[in-house]
């Protein structure tokens, strides 16, 4: 997969998509955050679209570089359970 920013695409829908294609060959939450590098707590906000921080509601959108790392893993995860 080339790397191409144009794609570039923070809404909380499209990590949805991506972390239900990985999640729907078998792989947990956690599997995605130790691929990704970041926390369960973070691929949570990235699902949700939102925190709640001081009881103020707050956007979480995706980076470029977790989205991208997200299509990997997909991609990855549908390949191995092909097998």
Known sequence: MT???????PDPA?????????QATGKPQRWIAEGLGISERRVRYLIAGS???NGETLAVAMS?????ALECLADAAEVAALD
């Open 64 to 68: 470029y570089t977790e989205q991208l």
């Open 14 to 22: 499209h990590a949805r998509t991506l972390i239900e294609r990985i």
């Open 51 to 53: 925190r709640i921080v």
């Open 3 to 9: 790397p191409d920013a144009r794609k570039y695409n």
